[in-house]
């Protein structure tokens, strides 16, 4: 029976890459000379990653924001990856920092939005939360492919299809 999982994946490769740009920039772009700008990636596991970024100011960190949003569109990584809803911390004097964690695996709620999304849709498709990911099979590959097209305009995550089995 053909299936292929959905599921929420950013490409780490292209992230890590656009951090590193963005490091490079924000080092030789005139209104960040003698300033504390900086961005890092953490990995604190497999499936946890977060952007750090340090600033002197409110305007400042929210260049560091737009240097890093611009190289990750710029990399085709999808900007909705990013929780960007985070309030800055401060560390000491007038240094910001603000904590932007990855976006990697479907929490509960949205795989039971795209369940939702495939039994209401009248297509001859099953979809079972699996972990992280939901496995969606059918008896025919056109319907796999509509459900894939029904969920890229219905559901709001930058979801990523993959294992794809005939």
Do not use: C, H, W
């Not at 080092?27 to 990636?41: I, M």
């Not at 190289?71 to 920092?97: A, H, W, Y």
């Not at 498709?125 to 025919?140: F, L, N």
């Amino acid at each position: 029976m053909p299936s292929f999982d959905t599921v929420l994946e950013p490409d780490l490769v292209e992230v890590r890459n656009a951090v590193d740009q963005t490091m490079k920039e924000i080092g030789t772009r005139f209104d960040f000379k003698g300033s504390s700008a900086k961005v890092e990636l953490n990995e604190k596991s497999a499936k946890e990653r977060e952007i750090t970024l340090y600033g002197d100011s409110d305007f400042q960190l929210q260049q560091v924001q737009d240097v890093l949003v611009g190289r990750l569109s710029k990399r085709n990584v999808d900007i909705r990856f990013l929780d960007l809803s985070g309030k800055p911390q401060k560390l000491g004097g007038d240094k910001l920092k603000q904590a932007v964690p990855v976006k990697a695996g479907l929490d509960a709620e949205s795989a039971k939005k795209i369940q939702a999304a495939l039994k209401g849709s009248k297509l001859k498709v099953q979809g079972a939360i699996q972990g992280d990911a939901v496995r969606v099979s059918g008896a025919k590959r056109d319907d796999l492919q509509a459900a894939m097209a029904l969920l890229r305009k219905e559901i709001e995550l930058p979801l990523t299809f993959n294992n794809f089995r005939d």
